[in-house]
């Protein structure tokens, strides 16, 4: 009997997984911070022997490396891969042995050129009869077939996006002609990952027959799924450039000890000197009080992928935190995209963290209160919308400037004099970029409130 155990990254949107059957185990796609698979095999009772990569990552630092020196396990990754160390290359149709499992290697583009899916099957003798059955534990798609979507096709340049997005629909018509409709599907994407190419519902679990009934890659001809696909491609996050060159490289596994205390004086130093120093606290108490230049990141699910996509990569990063554990977590957080080093960190309280000098605060308000103050349809106060692209397109308040949150740091220059009145689609967005601006000394108001209350305001909306 094999079971499949899901390890979930919510911050990054990802799964990894460990499949054992009571004895030996293997790791699909680890996040960096091996210690949760570690302590997972431990407690399961299972020795992780391999630990296999799908692909190699481009929204995240991998653990596998690390995983697998220290389990002395094999690491499996496509022999077309240009890794700089020993691994044990896989290709398309090959199979290894994995205690009484059995992993086989399908070759799917798509997502990457190298892709790989793992089917992994085991012998079962039936109750009834004793008669031995081999039966699909679950096929891992990685970034090929999701729950409703599929991986990305434009991580890899402009021009190879086209020819991936063909091969990715090849890829999911593949694993549905081949595998039976009861095959369970466990993907590493689309768990609000930046790696899916749209967001699907809320689901935790698959099969290769419910995929066919409801998965546009399937259900779609080749042409329309290709042109809806590169349709809804937006923006990814920055930092994803700096990922498969590590991983590539062979990351070691990260350093989590406690970063350096910094006092008051440290702090002021390092933002003076431009660096980031970053308040992990919620946006309401970021806007009650917070040291002048700091950038609020509140610590929840959207801190690593905003704060990786908008830090000029190799910035010294300074963490302010509520509390030591809050400031572990965001340091593990980061460590995932491989942001190895914390400079320093401080706890506790910003009147504090500010020493001699004033606390700073952020004005918040509401959609109805940036209605009442008679914003946008050209007059003042300016508002920026700093949403994405397909955001701003699907409906916007008039005369509003559109910025995205990413190219907010290179394009402060384009906003008009005067107060501005930033928002996003439901708040977070909207401090963080209220933070950069106010650090750079604009008079600005944070709109924390969800963009779907804009329109009855009567704030004028239209259409890109
Ligand atoms: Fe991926």
Redesign the pocket.
Known sequence: MVEVLPIETPPLGDRSYLVHDGEAALVIDPQRDIDRVIALAADTGVRVTHVAET?V???YVTGGLALAQAADAAYLLNADDPVSFDRTPVREGDLVQIGRMQLRALATPG?TYSHLAYVVEADVVEAGDGVTRREIAGVFT??SLLYGST?RTD?LGPDATAALSHAQWASAHRLARELPDTAPVFP??GFGSF?SATQSEATSSSTIGREKLTNPVLTQDERSYVESLLAGLDAWPAYYAHMAPANLAGPAAPDLSPPRPADAAELRRRIEAGEWVVDLRDRIAFAAGHVPGTFSFPLDNRFASYLGWLIPWGTPLTLLGDSPEQVARAQREVARIGIDRIAAAATGRPETWAGERAVASLRLAKFGDLAAAGGAAGGRPVVLDVRRRLEWAEGHIAGAVHIPLHELPGRVAELPPGEVWVHCESGYRSVVAASMLAARGRRVVGVNDDFANAAATGLAMERA
């Open positions: 692909h990552h481009n929204d997502h990685g970034g991986g991580l590493t994407h790696c």
